[in-house]
């Protein structure tokens, strides 16, 4: 029986606590009504008379070490539970947060739109399905135009009069057929071209559209509207326009922004000249003006297309343009506006 407590007593340099629930325990198996202490005091009467001096000893000094393994224990535990509480030097600098980023064709997008409210223009949207007169015959594309063909159009299949827009120039003619001149409309949104998917180009981008009508809208009105949009996206009013062709202005001109020869990366995007095109524009076809209900006699105006992706890729200079839809974080991520 000595030795059994003996035996107690050295187990008790071995035990340790994680948590007051565990002292509990403890506490519960040694020092309770049922507990060890109460049966070996119990048993001292059943202790022959000449041990009784020292079992009477031992268990004095086993409840002493309980008691003191009790006590410490409640203290340190007890220190540590508002250790945790106050763990944190309170004037030490946040976790970091993590914000979301804007997507770099909204940010383009969207400083773009900015630009032209300022000088008035409006928000105006389609649909991204459309039908063949709003995409193709109100915009003055002739029957046999190649843009109808297969390979440039998603069609639906069951209904061939049903296309995916291939450009936003169909909100022209939608905002045409219902509101009456001055129209100053921004449409921005998707398009979709059935072209293979490479570094250069892709099925699905963003186009922006702007329209302008109204009486004696001149051509030179259009060439001051893009200095001003050029001067204020790229810092600079130095373009240029080159002739082109659309069914539905006339005349037709690809614009030039002057970006200039100070880099490496300059010369490489300019491909050595210095000029980076930017988007096609012209002054709106009288037949599609009077295409939409307007009187193209006492009408005129003019019209632009950016390519949001396009202006992008120049911008940051972004080489592949798939990267903007595969929406890893690790680009995303990168993207503020900056002049330059
Ligand atoms: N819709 C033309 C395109 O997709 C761009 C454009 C818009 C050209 C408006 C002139 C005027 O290429």
Redesign the pocket.
Known sequence: MIDKIKNHINELKTISFQSLEELEEFRIKFLGKKGLLTIFFSEFREIPQEQKKEYGKTLNEFKLAVKEKYDKSKISLSKNDKKNIFQDDLSKPGQPINVGAHHPLSIVRDKVIDIFKMIGFELSHGPDIEDDWHNFSA?NFPEDHPAREMQDTFFIETNPDIVLR????TV?IRHMQSNEPPIRILSPGR?FRNEAVSARSHCVFH?I???YINKNVSFADLKQTLAYFTKSMFGTAKIRLRP?Y?P??EP?AEVDVYWGLNSETDYRITKGTGWLEI????M?DPKVISNCGIDADEFTG????I?VERLAMLLYQIEDIRMFYENDVRFLSQFKFSDR
Not at 166 to 169: A, G, I, P
Not at 279 to 282: A, D, E, S, V
Not at 302 to 305: I, K, P, T, V
């Open positions: 915009l291939t450009h936003t120039s022209q398009v186009q559209e702007g329209l082109s659309f539905f202005t037709s988007m096609g524009c012209g709106v003019f019209a632009f297309g390519g």
